[in-house]
């Protein structure tokens, strides 16, 4: 789907709308600016294989990992427990963020799972995954 902000924020349109693009997105939805609501996350297996990543619809990403996308990364490590997530309302906050956690030591990033999950619980049990889930969860100030 394609966001396009009602303001004067260029710069996040424009990301947000190259990030929309990568994702495949078809249809065209009008939302202010503030209604933006972005997730960065980690996925584990049970041998505690990581994998991070950023959305803008949690949910629905979820569910097309857990779907096993042949020759995907979670497919492959049977990837498919949320253990850890950030919610953001703009796509440059959510994407530094990603790229700044991808960067850190494996030891980094599991005393961060630890610190808000230490038993590795699956984040998403009880969220229904489905289709009926389409529309953003609004999003408060990343400024919190």
């Not at 209604?35 to 949690?58: E, H, K, P, Q």
């Not at 569910?63 to 309302?89: C, D, M, W």
Request: glycine share 6%.
């Amino acid at each position: 789907m394609f966001v396009i902000p009602v303001g004067n924020l260029l710069l996040h349109w424009l990301l947000l709308l190259f990030f929309l693009q990568q994702v495949g997105a078809a249809s065209l939805l009008l939302m202010k600016a503030d209604d933006y609501c972005f997730w960065v996350y980690i996925l584990a297996s049970r041998s505690r294989s990581l994998y991070i990543g950023m959305t803008n619809n949690l949910r629905k990403r979820l569910a097309t990992h857990r779907s096993g996308v042949p020759g995907s990364h979670t497919a492959k490590y049977n990837i498919h427990r949320l253990v850890y997530f950030e919610q953001f309302q703009y796509v440059t906050n959510a994407i530094a963020r990603e790229k700044e956690l991808k960067k850190w030591t494996r030891s980094q990033k599991i005393a961060l799972i630890e610190k808000k999950n230490p038993t590795w619980e699956d984040l998403a049990e009880g969220i229904p995954l489905g289709p009926a889930y389409e529309k953003q969860i609004p999003c408060g100030n990343d400024n919190k």
